[in-house]
């Protein structure tokens, strides 16, 4: 099968990780542009080369496109990006130009633009380290309220934030109207960074309306409609190791636990299903109360039950947590023999983030017409160092690209001993920042 993909992003998560699944199946040919024509924390992708790289693709049966990167230059760059509606319009009329030409289901997804609760500008414009919040109110005022609340934002910041806002909101509904006429095959609307209340509330709620297709998360939607594209009925049991706790709501979201499996197993083309009717078990390791984050100082209840190894296929999300993994789940699993029936582990960032790229490696495998066990042993061990030992573990360390190494080489010893590999490894900082880790196989 033959799969084109344009990332959010040049992020391992969003680069390298389609890469890492797709190598599970050797029947899967993915085709990426060049990593250097995406973009970056600060940089803006080379629009006007990726087109060029779609054009000149191949035949293939799906492509899989992060609208974002296409009309703005990525997802961080929708946010930023100064381009007129009339820019972006006529940028993505000439997209539906080539993708017209391609005989290739194309499944595709658009953000809808996110309100940050702080006063932290990384991936917003420069006002937001001075306003961020105060804007953030307006925006739950606004819609929870139906009034304008007390001014606390200066006009001009106001009206352009507002301006952005309503460019991508428009371009949004034209991408809708491709989608009633059958130009795609999957349209998703992500919904990230959620709140109860805001303005990006407010129009999922009438993108809703008018028939589109809503769902919260951002990062791991390519991965769950590359899943989509992956043809095969794959039935799906979610076990929650706190039941009880299961409609509780994940940081950074706006719906439980629950629901946001349920979304995802259908999302990337599977049935939710029973325990004794399941191909695959879905172990959800689920939090009391709320939801922890270690990088955050946020603590919650560790699992404190005992993992018995199923006797059928399994996969793990572990989204006790934001952000990386339960040590105490993850320190009593490693202790068993876990690897028969084993199709993954994730516990990266949010719930949704987990979910959707670990359904997505587990269909593959479930399905590959030509298996690869070390691609699969490769995914597994990055998962495990980047989940586990480096977001839980050594990132509270405040390493740099020259202790990063040493610190988690004890991790590394116990993962490559459980996995059955040993590779020689490489780490680096690609955004230049602890969020997130780029695991490289030497």
Not at 278 to 299: P, R, S, T, W
Request: hydrophobic share 40%; charged share 30%; proline share 3%.
């Amino acid at each position: 099968m033959k799969i084109g993909f344009v990332p959010i992003d040049n992020r391992p998560v969003c680069y390298l990780l389609p890469e890492q699944i797709a190598a599970i199946d050797e029947n899967i040919e993915l085709f990426m542009p060049e990593r250097e024509f995406l973009g970056s924390l600060t940089g803006y992708a080379d629009i006007k080369k990726l087109f060029e790289w779609i054009e000149n693709l191949p035949e293939l049966d799906a492509i899989i496109l992060s609208l974002d990167t296409l009309a703005y230059g990525g997802l961080i760059s929708s946010r930023r990006c100064p381009d007129t509606f009339g820019e972006v319009k006529s940028r993505i009329e000439r997209l539906k130009e080539i993708l017209s030409q391609k005989n290739a289901e194309i499944y595709a997804f658009s953000s809808i633009m996110r309100i940050s609760n702080n006063n932290i500008n990384e991936e917003e414009k420069e006002y937001w380290d001075k306003w961020g919040k105060k804007i953030f109110n307006y925006s739950y005022c606004l819609d929870k309220y139906d009034e304008i609340c007390k001014k606390e934002v200066p006009d001009e910041i106001l009206q352009d934030y507002l301006k952005t806002r309503k460019r991508n909101f428009e371009i949004n509904k034209i991408y809708l109207d491709w989608q009633k006429q059958g130009f795609f095959n999957t349209l998703v609307f992500s919904k990230d960074d959620c709140a109860e209340f805001g303005l990006n509330v407010q129009e999922a709620k009438y993108l809703e309306k008018l028939g589109g297709f809503i769902k919260t998360g951002a990062d791991e939607i390519p991965l769950s409609l590359f899943a989509r594209a992956i043809k095969g009925d794959i039935k799906i049991a979610p076990v929650f190791l706190e039941p009880e706790y299961k409609n509780l709501v994940s940081n950074y979201e706006d719906i439980s636990v629950e629901k946001s499996v349920f979304g995802q197993i259908e999302l990337a083309g599977c049935r939710v299903s029973t325990v004794d009717d399941a191909d695959i078990l879905l172990y959800v390791n689920n939090f009391k109360a709320h939801q922890g984050e270690i990088v955050m100082g946020v603590d919650t209840e560790s699992f404190n039950g005992k993992w018995i190894l199923p006797d059928t296929p399994y996969m793990i999300a572990d989204v006790r947590f934001a952000n990386g993994a339960d040590n105490q789940f993850i320190e009593q699993f490693l202790k068993t023999d876990f690897s028969q029936n084993f199709y993954g582990y994730s516990g990266w960032n949010t719930t949704a983030n987990t979910l959707g790229s670990l359904i997505c490696a587990a269909k593959i495998k479930f399905l590959a017409r030509k298996y690869n066990d070390k691609a699969f042993k490769k995914l597994e061990m990055i998962r495990f160092l980047d989940d586990w030992a480096y977001q839980a573990n050594v990132r509270q360390m405040k390493p740099d690209e020259k202790t990063i190494k040493s610190l988690i080489a004890p991790f590394e010893k116990i993962v490559s001993g459980k996995i059955g590999i040993s590779p020689d490894l490489d780490y680096k900082f690609t955004w230049n920042r602890l969020f997130e880790v780029e695991i490289e196989f030497n």
